[in-house]
């Protein structure tokens, strides 16, 4: 369901049941790497998060566990509901991810197959999904681009169409791998905004610390498998030792 923003006060968020809780998950990839060592995690309905850290801090192997693409060690409930073998289905239609690369994301002939696809697979009715398609590519600004081909769109459009994709599905959650990587500064612009006028909780991992600081309240920063800071953007940015420590520059030292 697509839900309102809703102003998020802490002292409420702190007791409130989290949207997404992830407590103590450790992760190693079948080579022995170990990228997760007990993330501890919770956000609340309406929180727009950004998750930061250096290359190889873990970043992208968390937001790959949000809807159980990997499963590791530890527990993760999304609106209460625990990730395991019984729940994927019901976790991957409240979760949506959209990945870094567009490309790993659209692989049909046209534009609407590819928007249509989830809701298609979750077994809605035709009009249903077409409301949805319309509704989706309506807000990510894509209307006129149905029929076209997705591999032959822009990669700022491209991105916007990976974005429609899981807005298909009404997900609670949206969780972005990189979302402004490899965009030009209109297509950036056009991207921010956007993000800002979505009204859905959001987890958002980026190297784009401008970005940060004009679109997020919350900032997780994550180094070696683990959060080693978790708070408001404004303190964190400004705690010059904390971001060094992390490979991380203020946005104006750029
Ligand atoms: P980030 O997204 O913060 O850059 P990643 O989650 O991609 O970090 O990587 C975390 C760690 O896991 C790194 O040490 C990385 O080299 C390792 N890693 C990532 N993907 C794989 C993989 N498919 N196989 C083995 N190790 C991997």
Not at 39 to 46: M, P
Not at 87 to 105: I, K, M, N, S
Not at 134 to 152: D, F, I, K, N, T
Not at 169 to 174: N, Q, R, S, T, V
Request: glycine residues 8%; proline residues 6%; hydrophobic residues 45%.
């Amino acid at each position: 369901m697509l839900l309102p923003d809703l102003a998020v006060d802490a002292s409420l968020s702190a007791h409130a049941a989290p949207l997404l809780l992830i407590d103590d998950l450790h992760f190693a990839y079948p080579d022995g790497r170990v990228a997760l060592r007990g993330v501890r995690l919770r956000i609340a309905r309406g929180e727009k998060v950004a998750l930061v850290g250096p290359n190889g801090a873990g970043k992208s192997t968390l937001l790959l566990h949000l809807n159980g693409i990997l499963r590791g060690k530890g527990r993760i409930e999304v609106a209460g509901m625990s990730v395991n073998d019984h729940t994927l289905p019901q976790v991957r239609a409240r979760v949506g991810l959209v990945f870094q690369h567009p490309d790993d994301q659209l692989f049909s002939p046209t534009v609407f197959e590819d928007v249509a696809f989830g809701p298609l697979h979750m077994g809605l009715a035709a009009d249903e999904v077409r409301a949805r398609v319309e509704r989706a590519l309506a807000m990510v600004g894509m209307s006129a681009y149905q029929e076209r081909h997705p591999y032959h769109l822009s990669t700022g459009e491209k991105k916007r169409i990976a974005i429609a994709t899981v807005l298909a599905m009404e997900p609670d959650i949206l969780a972005f791998d990189e979302p402004s990587a490899g965009l030009d500064p209109r297509a950036r612009r056009g991207l921010i905004e956007l993000l800002r006028g979505l009204p859905l909780t959001m987890l958002v991992s980026t190297h784009d610390m401008a970005m940060v600081q004009e679109l997020f309240d919350r900032m997780v920063i994550m180094d070696e498998g683990r959060v080693v800071a978790d708070g408001c953007v404004t303190a964190l940015l400004a705690d010059r030792a904390l971001l060094e420590a992390h490979g991380l520059e203020m946005p104006w030292n750029k």
